[in-house]
Structures are given as C-alpha cells and as structure tokens.
C-alpha cells in the first residue's frame, strides 16, 4: 500500500462511538470496494501501520482478524496479507446515521471502553500490568467464593480490603487510620458524592484550585454547593487567597502531593496555613492524592492527612491511577469523629463496590504484589517520562518546551511563540490524538498556553518519535 493510499486511514476519530479498530476495518474495506486496494495488493504489517497511526498494535490486528474472517484480506506467508485474490467487493452500504449525528465535539473525551489514546492522560501502563499474576488471584477468589459471599457486598466495603488500605496508608503515606474509618468507592466522583452529601448542604461555599480539576467543580454545583475558585502558584494552593475569597468556606479540595494540573507540591508552609485555616473556621480539607505515589525526584511527600492533629482532612485515593481504571474502586479516610455519618450516608446512598474485586484486590496488596508493582512503576515511569520528554525537546523543541516536573503521569508542554493551545489541541484530537490544555483548566486564573499529554504508554523512543513528527505536521501545516 503506498504511502498516499495509507493516508486515507486518517485521521481516525478516536471521541467517536466507533472503536479505532472498527474505523481501521472501515476504512480499509472501503478503500477495497473503491478499488483504491486491488485484489493481491499487499497490505502494511500490523507493526508497520501502528507504529504509523500511533496506535497499539493489538488495535491493527484485531482489525484485520475481522477483515480476514469476512474474505477482505488473506495470509500468504512470507509475501504478507494482501487483498484476496479474485474479489469483487460490492459497495459498502450507506451510513444510517447523518454526519451531524455522529459529529463529535472537539472537547469529546475518549469513548469508554476503547484502546488508549496516544498521550491519554489518567491511565496507568496498561501493558505492563501483571495480567497473569491478576487473573490467578482471580481465579483463586472465585474458586473460594461461599454462598454468603455471593450476596450483597458490605455498604462501606470488604473488611480485608478495609483493613489492608488502612495498613498500607499508615506505612507508604504516614496517614494513621483504623479499617472503620476507609469507606470503600467506585471512584473519585463517588467519593467526593459522599462529602457532600456527609458534611455539605446546598449553598455552602467550597475552595477549589484554579486550574484544576474540572470535574470537581461540576460536582459540586450539580449538589447546589459554590465552588470558590482559589489562585495556585509554585507553591501550592494559595491559603491567603482562599481566605480572602471566602474566608467562612466550609470546605477546601486540594492535591497536594502533585497539584492537578500543574504538578507542583504543597509546601510546608502552605499545608500548616490551611490546616490552621481549617481549625479556625471548622471547615473540611479534602486531600485527593490520586497520584502521590509517583514521585521521581527523591521519596514520595508524606501525605497532607499525616500532619493533621484536629481531625479536619478526609484522605482520598484511588486505585485508578496504581492498577488500572476499569475496576471502578476507590476509597476515602473520613476523620474518627465521622465515622458514623458516613456509614448511615453510605447506607442511604450506595450499594456497595462488587466484593469480588476488592477480594482480589485484598490479596494483591497483602501477598507484597502491590508494594512490589509500585517499584517497578516508579523505575518505568521515571524512564517512560525521560524518553517523552526528549522525544519531544529533539522533534518538537522549536515550537514547544517540556516544563519539568518532579512527579506525576503528564507531562506540562509550553507554547513557543504565540501560538494557542486550544487550535493545536483541537488539531491533536481529530488525528486521533489525546490532548488537554492548561487554559481549559482555569477558571479565573491567567496561565500561559500549554499542553497536557499522559506519557505512561509512551514504550520507546520510536514510538514518541513517530507521534512526534505527527504533531509537528500538524503544526507546520
């Protein structure tokens, strides 16, 4: 297939309902029935035409598996897949659906439940995550499984898991809690559902940081609370702002350990101001720290729920960003004094996380498997985030500058120059590519125009190289 030919398959719509391996199938069978492909052309291998569309090679070969299974495309050995000999496609039939219906806007998220997207932010190294090891401890839980185990799961989450994360916190983030205050969730929009719903009522004000995690302040208004958006600079949060802002808030949601989007850690100071700011006003801090183990400049910082001596932080973290997204579990450590609230909230509000997969992820953090693979994240991020980065500086480095950070799973990428980040971002998303900007996170806040890309699948030079020369296309064109 010549290279021209090739760039009919672009550019995937990765937003659209449509998995990328469906698009691939798509466009191929219709470059056939357009007699763009001829019976006997070959085919480029599913390395090749990955490597080209900056796709996971899996995506390439589960498009031809379905190619091949409807007599599109044949093996022929050493001479490749080609186009079968002697076909005589009929036209593909016309859409059912209108271009408008499927249009997607240019803020569109990536579809759930499809392959990641180059430089999704948000998810960990999917393929270096021991499938193996998880389907045998699966296994292994299903086989156990007794009848009364098969009813519905404790409201407030398994008592193993409970007592496992509280083992974990008080050794790897210094947070000293017993089992009874870890709340088990889906995930941190529950979380945070149950704060609000625990220790909120509608009108009440809530410091947010600005930029920050958009989400969050969506979340709140749909409660009826205000977010109040507070100024971050290198050091954090901004307390002297917050107070000034609304000093009365009755709660404040912080990151401190690698503030979301900038990356930047709370400093001491900081983190004494608003604990002290929290005792004055009897306001709620809510610590998410849902990447404080990814530190890559010395140790990771010690929660901000570990200096807490009058009991105003809820501890928030997920398993998300450590495992792998699609588990849907969470947790939150809620001050002792709360602990029955929370229950009769968790009672009213949820069902309970599905107790097979805390069972194994029980297990995985008592037999060492979690401590173990968050070593080796660490090393393989730490290597994944140099290799982005200088990927980037040697394609890249007359348009954008990587700003270093010391921790977290993105990388900051400024504009050079006066160029927007929103027009190449949007540029990015309808080739297929993952991207978020900085002035997308802002509320009131003046940041200088950059990007947000997720490097943890970023697996060598090549690949970066590749996306690389795709971006930078998209920039000089």
Known sequence: MIRSELRRLLPL???AGEPLYRQIYT?????????LLMPGDRIPSARALAEELGVARGTIEAAYSLLAAEGYVETRGQAGTVVTLGLKPSAPPAPSLSAATIAVSALSLPTVGTLPLPFQMGLPALDAFPRKLWSRLAARSIRATTPAEMTYPPFAGLASLRSEIATYLQLSRGVACTPAQVFVTSGYRESLQLIANALLKSGD???TEDPGYTPTAQL???????PVPVAVDADGLDVAHGIHMAPRAQAAIVTPAHQSPLCVSLSLQRRFALLDWATRARAWIVEDDYDGEYRYVGRPLPALKSLDRDGRVLYAGTFSKVLFPGMR?????VPESQVEKFDAVSRTM???SPALTQSIVSDFIAEGHFARHLQRMRKLYGERRKIAAEGIAAVLGKYLRVEPQPGGMHLIVRMRGRRSDQALANNMRKAGLYAHTLSQRTVQASVAPGLLLGF????SSRTIEVLGRRILALIER
Do not use: E, H, M
Request: charged share 15%.
């Open 13 to 15: 719509n990765p937003a």
């Open 27 to 35: 466009r191929f069978r219709n470059a056939i029935a357009d007699q």
């Open 205 to 207: 004000k809530v410091w």
């Open 220 to 226: 709140l208004a749909q409660a009826g609370i205000v």
């Open 329 to 333: 579990l969470a947790y939150l450590v």
């Open 350 to 352: 949820f069902s309970g």
């Open 456 to 459: 943890t699948n970023i697996d």
